[in-house]
């Protein structure tokens, strides 16, 4: 599924659209459920003939704004993605493809149908927790300690593991990443908000930081269907130290696999970070 740091990539290799205008746009096989709730009239009425004023990223949504103020906002949830001239015979399972007056074809592609393309006015609604990528690290470390305070109020607690996944407090980590993140903290995934001293909050903070941008220097998770705007993939998939791993990089033990923590998979090793 692609996260905060797959969708920045995407999102970046949009810009190519700021200033040109959407000119046509033809429906694949089962197009029609990602422009739901739009039929495809309406939905071609509100595209047509449209500058693209700007392409942005709120979240995990791609966000092009038209000259009327309107946005067309994308989550590509699973298996969704955007690519730019690239045939059809190379990614399959086109959906939507506008055409643009540059003479660009923008391909929406989604294998399992998930993602969505909407219309709206006010980028508010999608605003949720604070962004991993565009939120410093002592940003983020406040908004930690803030969440442990108001757990305590509440007589609540959370693993580090739905802190990281959860999408309330910070968006767009993701699981895999988060994986990532714990191994190299040594933290097990287990352990409770509560239990982190300012220290070990600030590490965190700054170790969301490190590897998102570690991802993001290696094109981001190509792990099943995510692709560049060109066609390319990403590499970080290739240097994770536990997801989908069977044994630790560090001490060799056999990595332990439980959705225990928040639901999703978590691999961790039991030695180093117990
Ligand atoms: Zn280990």
Redesign the pocket.
Known sequence: MPEIVEVEIQVEGLYGLIGDRIKDLMLGDRGEKIIRPFDEDSFRSFVLGKEIRDVTRVGKYIVMTFEDGLSMVTHLRMTGRYTINVPENKIGHTRVEFFTENGLSLRYSDVRLFGRISIIEDLEVLRKGADALKTDSSQLAKIIEKTKKKDAKRRKDRTVKELLTGQKVITGVGNVYANEIL?RQSLYPGTLLSELDSTAIEALAKEIKSVLSWGYQLGGLSLKDYYHVDGTKGKAQNHLNVYKNS???????R?KNSKDFDGRATYY?????S
Do not use: K, T, Y
């Open positions: 191994f044994r630790c990089q560090r001490c060799l033990s990595l090793c039991p030695r180093c970070q």
